[in-house]
């Protein structure tokens, strides 16, 4: 009896040293389960430490991957859908202000070959326009005002036309078309209209799930086929087309009938993905997309759980890419944020006020550049709408800003991050990060001896780079096949002396730092070839939480079972 008042007395010390802590300990466990109130932060331990009793996922974070060295912010936008040409300027000005490098940007095949095949007119609405006008116009101008903006554009080739379809819209606006040349060929005019100002297309969007495909069921095999011919017409327009799949919707059912929608099914986002490698899929995109949504839980949530829905489900999808034989693609986030509807409007995405919206969306993008190196871009989910005509559905709630141009917190928040984030985070990087600034005389060096075909060659003596990194150490992958060079380096302003590369190896500049920001300045050699960027990451205390907590179990249960034996 004396050892179960032991424990108990044990207990109750954990307990008040526990309140004394509340703050500290809440901190810690909102860093790792996204989740703020006490109970709901205990249930999601109990969850994380279950999890961490499966076996380890692959995710290959050390590897170099193509197409991950990317400006990481990106913006979804709906300018097709802004009547005013200044309403689309401004959207763009303001996203670019806020300093995002990217926007995902539909161009539906609805509305630019609307009545035909080959018929690139819009006569829709010759009363206000005075007879027919070019479909490519607005698209021109979305087009010029990105490239004024500097931000990149993301194309999703989607929606098809009702021509297109011998059913017209029977299964819906959104399902694929009867033949896939005429999509293909769609495809094909676009990059040809916007060779070498685009070079980036999805296609299509969210195919496991109603009404994405259709009113029919899901189909992984159909949507492969789609992907693999467009892929195709893409890359014979331009090779250096970068190709992302659909991104898919984290979802549960598998392929089970709707009762809403008796002949549409959703589809299993991760049994989905399997069936389109085992269809072939593998060979047909550069890039794979995925949505990001937290849903219920903040972006810290380290919870993989294959039956909810969290920001870390991407893991499941890295794993599976990484057994399929694609370690070295990227993954790429199509859409993530946190939905802030009012208390009056029903929603299934979660609900959190504005101020929690703002500061999730950091986070994610905190985490993304610190803990994924196998993430290349996220797109914010989503600017504005033209209207509010939809202010009564919880999605209209995702916005960033009102269609009358007010900005709600979460921009500020994210302008404020993104203005210090450019840095690199743990990983394998090439040469082309966008983090990285090359001055003082640097080519691009092409050969196949080079990761991924590429690196950056010193031609002066005054060839520098710098960069900031969030990491604990850091190295320099040199070319292989290059002559041993001298380095000058120094780190934080102190000079690291002289350094000398003697084989091809990566080159350890600094090792055991502290995971914090360091300002990393190179004086290379002419002749040399730089081929990528090595940050370390600190050990994770993960293996010691779980030891911890099974050890208080352990203890707990022995004093149970000592006193039920006494």
Same mark, same amino acid.
């Given at each position: 009896m004396r050892r179960l008042w032991v424990g108990v007395a044990a207990c109750g010390v954990l307990v008040l040293v526990g309140w004394a802590n509340r703050g500290a300990l809440s901190a810690w466990a909102f860093a790792h389960t996204g989740e703020?109130?006490?109970?709901?932060?205990?249930?999601?331990?109990?969850?994380?430490?279950?999890?961490?009793?499966?076996?380890?996922?692959?995710?290959?974070?050390?590897?170099?991957?193509?197409?991950?060295?990317?400006?990481?912010?990106?913006?979804?936008?709906?300018?097709?859908?802004?009547? #005013? @040409? %200044?309403?689309?300027?401004?959207?763009?000005?303001?996203? %670019?202000?806020?300093?995002?490098? +990217?926007?995902?940007?539909?161009?539906? +095949?609805?509305?630019?070959?609307?009545?035909?095949?080959?018929?690139?007119?819009?006569?829709?609405?010759?009363?206000?326009?005075?007879?027919?006008?070019?479909?490519?116009?607005?698209?021109?101008?979305? $087009?010029?005002?990105s490239e004024a903006n500097n931000l990149r554009i993301l194309v999703r080739l989607s929606s098809p036309p009702s021509w297109s379809r011998a059913d017209g819209e029977a299964r819906g606006p959104f399902a694929p078309p009867d033949d896939l040349q005429d999509f293909t060929d769609f495809a094909a005019t676009v990059a040809e209209r916007y060779r070498g100002r685009i070079t980036t297309y999805q296609i299509w969007n969210e195919p496991n799930i109603y009404p994405e495909w259709g009113n029919q069921p899901a189909d992984p095999e159909a949507y492969t086929a789609l992907l693999c011919a467009a892929y195709a017409r893409l890359k014979a327009v331009d090779p250096e087309i970068? $190709?992302?799949?659909?991104?898919?919707? @984290?979802?549960?059912?598998?392929?089970?009938?709707?009762?809403?929608?008796?002949?549409?099914?959703?589809?299993?986002?991760?049994?989905?993905?399997?069936?389109?490698?085992?269809?072939?899929?593998?060979?047909?995109?550069?890039?794979?997309?995925?949505?990001?949504?937290?849903?219920?839980?903040?972006?810290?949530?380290?919870?993989?759980?294959?039956?909810?829905?969290?920001?870390?489900?991407?893991?499941?999808?890295?794993?599976?890419? $990484?057994? /399929?034989?694609?370690?070295?693609?990227?993954?790429?986030?199509? #859409?993530?944020?946190?939905?802030?509807? @009012?208390?009056? $409007?029903?929603?299934?995405?979660?609900?959190?006020?504005?101020?929690?919206?703002?500061?999730?969306?950091?986070?994610? &993008?905190?985490?993304?550049?610190?803990?994924?190196? +196998?993430?290349?871009?996220?797109?914010?989910?989503?600017?504005?709408?033209?209207?509010?005509?939809?202010?009564?559905?919880?999605?209209?709630?995702?916005?960033?800003?009102?269609?009358?141009?007010?900005?709600?917190?979460?921009?500020?928040?994210?302008?404020? &991050?993104?203005?210090?984030?450019?840095?690199?985070?743990?990983? +394998?990087?090439?040469?082309? /990060?966008?983090?990285?600034?090359?001055?003082?005389?640097?080519?691009?060096?092409?050969?196949?001896?080079?990761t991924f075909g590429g690196a950056q060659r010193a031609t002066t003596p005054a060839a520098t780079l710098a960069f900031d990194f969030v990491g604990s150490g850091v190295k320099l992958d040199l070319a292989s096949g290059e002559p041993s060079a001298e380095f000058r380096a120094t780190l934080d302003g102190q000079p690291l002396g002289t350094l000398t590369a003697r084989d091809t190896t990566p080159m350890a500049l600094a090792r055991g730092l502290s995971n914090e920001r360091h300002h990393l300045e190179i004086f290379a050699p002419v002749g040399v070839i730089i081929d990528g960027i090595i940050v370390e990451r600190p050990s994770g205390p993960h293996p010691l939480i779980l030891a911890g907590v099974i050890l208080a179990l352990l203890v707990v249960s022995r004093a149970v079972m000592s006193s039920s034996s006494s």
């Open positions: 703020e109130e006490p109970l709901s932060q205990g249930r999601a331990l109990i969850h994380l430490m279950l999890g961490a009793l499966r076996p380890p996922l692959d995710l290959r974070p050390d590897i170099p991957i193509r197409h991950t060295g990317v400006n990481p912010f990106g913006m979804n936008t709906f300018l097709q859908q802004e009547v #005013e @040409p %200044a309403k689309r300027a401004e959207q763009l000005r303001l996203i %670019a202000a806020a300093g995002f490098g +990217w926007i995902r940007q539909e161009f539906p +095949w609805q509305d630019i070959e609307i009545a035909a095949k080959n018929d690139f007119s819009d006569c829709r609405n010759t009363a206000a326009t005075g007879g027919c006008i070019s479909a490519w116009d607005k698209y021109d101008q979305i $087009v010029a005002e970068v $190709v992302l799949s659909a991104p898919l919707a @984290p979802t549960l059912p598998l392929g089970l009938a709707s009762p809403a929608q008796p002949a549409a099914t959703d589809f299993n986002d991760l049994i989905y993905l399997e069936r389109m490698y085992a269809a072939g899929a593998g060979a047909c995109f550069d890039v794979l997309s995925v949505q990001g949504y937290g849903l219920n839980s903040a972006a810290s949530d380290e919870r993989l759980r294959p039956l909810q829905f969290n920001t870390a489900r991407n893991l499941l999808v890295r794993d599976l890419m $990484v057994r /399929h034989g694609d370690a070295a693609k990227a993954l790429w986030i199509s #859409e993530i944020n946190w939905n802030a509807a @009012p208390p009056e $409007v029903t929603t299934i995405f979660g609900r959190f006020s504005e101020a929690q919206q703002a500061r999730y969306a950091s986070l994610a &993008y905190e985490r993304m550049q610190t803990e994924w190196p +196998w993430v290349g871009n996220m797109m914010f989910w989503f600017f504005k709408r033209a209207s509010d005509a939809e202010k009564d559905q919880a999605w209209y709630y995702f916005r960033m800003a009102d269609p009358d141009f007010t900005l709600r917190p979460v921009y500020a928040s994210l302008r404020d &991050y993104i203005a210090g984030a450019r840095f690199i985070g743990p990983g +394998w990087f090439q040469e082309d /990060h966008w983090a990285i600034d090359w001055s003082g005389g640097w080519e691009p060096a092409q050969d196949d001896r080079y």
